[in-house]
């Protein structure tokens, strides 16, 4: 009755005394007057590669591929709240107030849990993930791991070294934690950074880790670097060590590093995705932050200029749209295009046409953008008046004419690799793309709307 009165979903009706009411129960403990708080409750929407979960509260509903997590029923907590949630390719976990872990999806992706001992995961603090393997870093600082065990998912042979560990990266195979002594302690696939041996004594003072999809670099507190991993991805630096000096930030694409330093970038890794930089050189100066698709770069400097380099079909050549890229603020990329949003809010694109490189066909519906989310092969547009706009492969979501007249007070955009979900102000979410990938959510709409 309240979610009809308010035209809202996730609330939770307040009693006088403090207590959240149950509306499976009789209302007993009020009187005739009494006032009842409706609070609107925060949901969370996140995706793997082709399912969706919403989380509000003690609740959690999902929708997509059955075999990647997408099992379309409400899994209710009791008095335990979902505090975080994390997903591998194929699987989801989530932290609820206990600080115990729940896992779903496919097991070979870390969706089964059953094999760890469930004191094992208890005071459970952070979770964290590869492609198909979870860790979890609990409170003593110690680390507990499942899924498969090449891709990180058995830590064994290094448990023992695993203590007082304060944060955990990863590639897509491998797994990296950071100690409270700024250590280092590997696992996982061993050739694509799951062994660090060679670099071992180098790692030290670490202050943050970035990956491509098979190798690590570190950047240590005196603003160097150090790498490990497959030299092909970026795990071998050697060749512009020397140039790895007061790095602040580095970004990755699937198999090449490029690292901001006093405003000049430094690139290595496989050429072809975008290690080689020396044809822009001479162009990459002061820039502020680097963006990336799978297999290029685009640079953005101080005075909004884009410089873009690597594989020209992922977005590496962005010659043809140069003369417009000039007053850009902000850069996002699927995997083959990147589009920037201007100042005075229109977009501009290029990389692979059909995957959303050439945005012509809506070019004069993209006024006033305030965000851009993506699927692998099409983007999504929020608009300062809360609508959407999609270009790219259809069936990646590049086309949501279906659902246009839904899309309406869109707060947030998440994405599977080839569906979107909106999220609208009043808890409606509304979906598009491939349905085997989440794109369709009839299934669950009574479902949203009773969580």
């Known amino acids: 009755m309240a979610q009809e009165l308010f035209g809202l979903n996730f609330l939770r009706l307040v009693a006088p005394d403090g207590c959240v009411l149950d509306p499976s129960d009789s209302l007993v403990r009020l009187e005739d007057g009494s006032t009842i708080n409706a609070v609107v409750m925060q949901p969370q929407l996140v995706a793997n590669l082709r399912a969706f979960a919403l989380c509000c509260c003690d609740q959690l509903l999902t929708w997509g591929d059955q075999e990647f997590g997408g099992s379309y029923v409400i899994q209710q907590f009791g008095k335990k709240s979902i505090q975080g949630i994390q997903s591998s390719s194929g699987a989801f976990a989530v932290i609820l107030s206990d600080h115990t ?14 094999e760890v001992k469930k004191e094992k995961l208890r005071n459970v603090q952070y979770l964290q993930a590869t492609f198909k393997a979870f860790a979890a870093l609990v409170a003593d600082g110690s680390v507990i791991c499942w899924g498969d065990p090449k891709f990180g998912g058995d830590n064994d042979g290094v448990q023992d070294q695993l203590q007082n560990v304060e944060e955990i990266a990863s590639n897509a195979v491998a797994f990296a934690g950071i100690l409270a002594n700024r250590q280092v302690i590997t696992w996982g696939f061993p050739q694509f950074g799951g062994d660090s041996s060679a670099v071992q004594a180098q790692l030290r003072n670490v202050q943050s880790i970035q990956s ?7 950047i240590l507190a005196d603003e160097t670097v150090i790498c490990w991993g497959n030299p092909a991805c970026g795990g071998d630096c050697s060749m512009v060590q020397d140039q790895l000096k007061n790095v602040q930030s580095i970004q990755a694409t699937s198999g090449a590093f ?10 290595w890794g496989n050429p072809e995705y975008g290690g080689d930089s020396t044809q822009v050189q001479d162009q990459l100066w002061n820039v502020q932050t680097v963006q990336s698709t799978k297999a290029a770069f685009a640079a953005l400097s101080a005075d909004g200029f884009v410089i873009a380099w690597g594989d020209p079909g ?3 050549d962005s010659t043809g749209v140069q003369s417009q890229l000039q007053t850009v603020q902000e850069i996002a990329s699927n995997d083959l295009a990147f589009a920037a949003i201007l100042c005075n809010g229109t977009v501009v694109t290029w990389g692979f046409p059909q995957y959303g490189g050439d945005s012509s066909a809506v070019q004069a519906q993209l006024r006033n953008v305030q965000s851009i989310q993506s699927t692998a092969a099409a983007f999504a547009a929020i608009l300062a008046d809360e609508t959407v706009i999609c270009w790219g492969t259809p069936a990646y979501g590049g086309d949501c004419s279906m659902v246009q007249d839904q899309l309406k007070n869109v707060q947030s955009i998440k994405a599977t690799d080839r569906a979107f979900a909106a999220l609208r102000a009043n808890g409606v979410v509304v979906t598009w793309g491939d349905p085997e990938y989440g794109g369709d959510s009839t299934q669950v709409q009574d479902k949203i709307c009773s969580m």
């Open 212 to 218: 491509t999809a098979e190798a690590f670099a570190a």
């Open 314 to 316: 992922f977005g590496g």
């Open 258 to 267: 490029a690292a901001l330093a006093d405003g000049l970038v430094v690139t």
């Open 101 to 114: 872990v729940f896992a779903w999806g496919n097991p070979d992706c870390g969706g089964d849990i059953s």
